[in-house]
């Protein structure tokens, strides 16, 4: 059976640029000279964590959701550029459970009234690849961590940007099943409608284990360490 797949306007805005909620939050690192593109519900509190900052360093909020921090007039040229991207079904229910307008309501209608701005609509409705490909579909990013291999992959970040490894904390997990165990036939094909484009560029399949892949997505030029 064919896939029903997404399309690049499903969703309002639905490209990295500034001043607008599909742009995303950033952090920077001038120590290790990168910056950190933050995806919603993909462990991000736990990578920046990793680089010991908080809250009240503007490096923390280097960038967010398209609006530079006061402290910057412009983003740093030739810093190495990541992000973390997660198995598209089990992103969205982390999200759904996670997000207060949403999680007392049941999957179907959820699906069928997803949030349209604010909040709710970065860590549920907002496509992966929304925050990930500029305008004329190139990757903006030189390396993209999965999620379903954060620590191995978050080692490779560290080797190739010189900083030393750190075992990331689990930060803001919530309780609850398996993915599978939410979805039926109806609810997955509703779900592709929205999300198929992500499931189709990060070569995720609907199966226990989601590892479709051998190894993590770099850029061209980026070399693998």
């Given at each position: 059976?064919?896939?029903?797949?997404?399309?690049?306007?499903?969703?309002?805005?639905?490209?990295?640029?500034?001043?607008?909620?599909?742009?995303?939050?950033?952090?920077?690192?001038?120590?290790?000279?990168?910056?950190?593109?933050?995806?919603?519900k993909?462990?991000?509190?736990?990578?920046?964590?990793?680089?010991?900052?908080?809250?009240?360093n503007?490096?923390?909020?280097?960038?967010n959701?398209?609006?530079?921090?006061?402290?910057?007039?412009?983003?740093?040229?030739?810093?190495?550029?990541?992000?973390?991207?997660?198995?598209?079904?089990?992103?969205?229910?982390?999200?759904?459970?996670?997000?207060?307008?949403?999680?007392?309501?049941?999957?179907?209608?959820v699906?069928?009234?997803?949030?349209?701005?604010?909040?709710?609509?970065?860590?549920?409705?907002?496509?992966?690849?929304?925050?990930?490909?500029?305008?004329?579909?190139?990757?903006?990013?030189?390396?993209?961590?999965?999620?379903?291999?954060?620590?191995?992959?978050?080692?490779?970040?560290?080797?190739?940007?010189?900083?030393?490894?750190?075992?990331?904390?689990?930060?803001?997990?919530?309780?609850?099943?398996?993915?599978?165990?939410?979805?039926?036939?109806?609810?997955?094909?509703i779900?592709?409608?929205?999300?198929?484009?992500?499931?189709?560029?990060?070569?995720?399949?609907?199966?226990?284990?989601?590892?479709?892949?051998?190894?993590?997505?770099?850029?061209?030029?980026?070399?693998?360490?």
């Amino acid at each position: 059976m064919g896939t029903e797949l997404g399309q690049p306007n499903d969703f309002p805005g639905e490209t990295a640029g500034a001043g607008n909620q599909d742009s995303p939050r950033s952090m920077i690192s001038h120590t290790y000279k990168c910056i950190f593109i933050h995806q919603r519900k993909c462990a991000g509190s736990s990578i920046i964590h990793a680089f010991d900052l908080n809250p009240a360093n503007p490096d923390w909020h280097f960038m967010n959701d398209g609006v530079l921090s006061p402290e910057y007039t412009s983003a740093p040229a030739g810093y190495f550029r990541f992000s973390v991207i997660r198995n598209p079904w089990d992103r969205f229910i982390s999200g759904w459970k996670y997000c207060t307008t949403t999680r007392h309501r049941s999957l179907p209608d959820v699906l069928a009234n997803l949030p349209r701005e604010g909040h709710d609509y970065r860590h549920l409705t907002r496509p992966q690849h929304a925050i990930l490909y500029d305008e004329n579909g190139r990757l903006i990013v030189d390396y993209l961590i999965r999620f379903e291999s954060l620590q191995q992959d978050f080692d490779q970040v560290c080797d190739i940007i010189g900083k030393p490894r750190r075992v990331l904390a689990h930060r803001n997990r919530g309780a609850r099943t398996h993915y599978s165990d939410y979805f039926d036939e109806d609810s997955r094909r509703i779900f592709l409608r929205h999300f198929g484009r992500d499931v189709e560029l990060f070569d995720y399949d609907y199966c226990w284990s989601c590892l479709n892949f051998a190894q993590p997505i770099l850029s061209a030029g980026t070399d693998a360490v």
